[in-house]
Structure formats: structure tokens, C-alpha cells
């Protein structure tokens, strides 16, 4: 049977985007009456956060059951300098670390994220990052955004986070489905790919990424306001990862956080 269009084509691509938004329309989730309000934040905003969601004795446990996983010398899961200059990460916390899967296995969290995308959104992956590396910067300090489908992200951070420590900085509202969007996309469309462990390959280094002048462009077009998301240990975020936002230089002390990745039936990256 002859295809309608070629493969790769924008037409392909908006034919996937239809799709993909009608199975998720098709799969809803309730959300309870007492978490609806911060579904509204969230829809609203693309971003929604909650001030030292964890206390600092569970925070200290998340963080004891880390630096043992680290000590274990069978654990190949753990990686220094990732892609990402002066970061490092233990991957798969969840499962080395299993006091964190309180975090993942939280019934608010994922009630929101399931009535934000869909009852088929699953938990993907799991990591610990740290930043301790002062004054060193990384492509990630550009406005990016990670996917034209859901990739909804859980921020824990385990070290008190100031505009000193690397904070997250989301462009609220841009997660919508607004016409700039569409070309970008598409270009993300053509050009991410993994690899056969579901790691990035080069063609997709850049995928979704912006210079400053154009973030500022679609900051002033669509009015759309920067939110740098600081907080005490323990505090927490939930963002939709189609959003634009970029992470920042740090200038002083350390920053450590624990972070899982939601996204549709668990899609790969």
C-alpha cells in the first residue's frame, strides 16, 4: 500500500504529533479533588513546586543509601564526568538506592503526572546528579527542550539550592502547544536518535536547542515569563520537559538532587 506522504516528512511528523496527543486524550487518569489545584498550576504553567515536599531526616536517609551504593565496587551503574562538564551521576538510583523510591512511588506525584499526561505514563529513568565544579559551564545552559511528546520531570533537591547553587531556570507557558513550536519540533523529530542502550548519539547533541537572542524572541513574541526554581533540601518540582529551560553555572558550595523521567507507556529517550 503507497504511503500518503514520504517518510520523515512534516506531514509524517504532524500525523505522529496528532496521534500521539489522541492516544493520550483517550487514556485519562482522575486526579483527586485535594491534588487538582496543583494540576491546574501545572497545565497553567508547565511547572509546579513544591517547597521542602521532603524533610531533611528523609532527605539525610535518600542520601546515606546513595554514598553507599557509591562505595559498592560492583556498582557499574555509577558514572563520573558525564556528558555534561563538572557533573556527575548514579544511574538507575531507584533501584541501587531504594530508599529514593519513595520519591517515585509517592501517590501525589503520581497522580499529577498521570492526570497531566496519561494512565499509561510510566517511570522511564531514574539518576543522582551533583555539581561541584564552580564556574564550569555546559550545552545545558542553553534554553533547550527535551522532546516534542511528554518527558515530565521529578526534582528533588538534597542541598539547600540559591540562585548561587545551579538552579533550574523554566520558561513558564512554553510547554503549549503554540505555533514557534512546530518547526523546532519537527527539527527534533528529524534529528534525535539513540543508540541500542537508549543513549544519545551525536546527531542528537543539539536536538531542541536555542540560541539566547532566539529564548529571548520567543519570550518577548509569546510573553511568557522565566522562572528560576530555588529552594531549601527537600524541596520539589514537577515539569513538563517540553518546556524551555536550562540549567545554570555554579558559582559557589555544591548542588545534589535526585531526578526520574516520566513519559508515555515509558517511551524511550
Not at 479533588?33 to 535518600?62: I, M, W
Request: charged residues 30%; proline residues 3%; glycine residues 4%.
Amino acid at each position: 500500500m503507497l504511503s500518503l506522504y514520504a517518510k520523515d516528512s512534516m506531514v509524517d511528523f504532524l500525523v505522529q504529533k496528532l496521534d500521539y496527543k489522541i492516544r493520550c486524550a483517550l487514556t485519562p487518569f482522575p486526579v483527586a479533588k485535594e491534588y487538582k489545584a496543583h494540576l491546574d498550576t501545572l497545565n497553567r504553567d508547565g511547572c509546579v513546586v513544591f517547597e521542602e515536599y521532603f524533610s531533611p531526616e528523609q532527605v539525610d536517609e535518600f542520601l546515606e543509601d546513595i554514598e553507599a551504593a557509591k562505595k559498592r565496587q560492583d556498582l557499574t551503574r555509577v558514572a563520573n564526568g558525564h556528558i555534561d562538564t563538572g557533573i556527575s551521576r548514579v544511574y538507575d538510583v531507584a533501584d541501587v538506592a531504594p530508599m529514593t523510591r519513595k520519591i517515585f512511588e509517592d501517590p501525589m506525584i503520581l497522580s499529577l503526572i498521570k492526570g497531566y499526561c496519561s494512565s499509561k505514563c510510566e517511570l522511564l529513568k531514574t539518576f543522582y546528579e551533583e555539581k561541584r565544579e564552580v564556574g564550569t559551564s555546559s550545552q545545558s545552559n542553553h534554553h533547550h527542550f527535551d522532546d516534542w511528546r511528554h518527558r515530565i520531570k521529578v526534582w528533588v533537591y538534597l542541598t539547600d539550592v540559591t540562585e548561587n547553587q545551579a538552579p533550574t531556570t523554566i520558561t513558564l507557558g512554553s510547554h503549549k502547544n503554540h505555533l514557534w513550536r512546530y518547526w523546532p519540533e519537527y527539527n527534533y523529530f528529524l534529528h534525535f536518535r539513540t543508540d541500542e542502550n537508549n543513549r544519545y548519539t551525536e546527531m542528537t547533541d543539539y536536538s531542541g536547542m536555542f540560541w539566547p537572542h532566539e529564548a529571548a524572541t520567543i519570550r518577548k513574541l509569546w510573553k511568557y515569563k522565566e522562572k528560576t526554581i530555588t529552594g531549601k533540601k527537600g524541596t520539589m518540582f514537577i515539569f513538563d520537559s517540553r518546556a524551555l529551560h536550562r540549567s545554570t553555572v555554579l558559582k559557589e558550595g555544591e548542588r545534589k538532587i535526585i531526578t526520574g523521567y516520566y513519559t508515555y507507556k515509558g517511551l524511550g529517550l
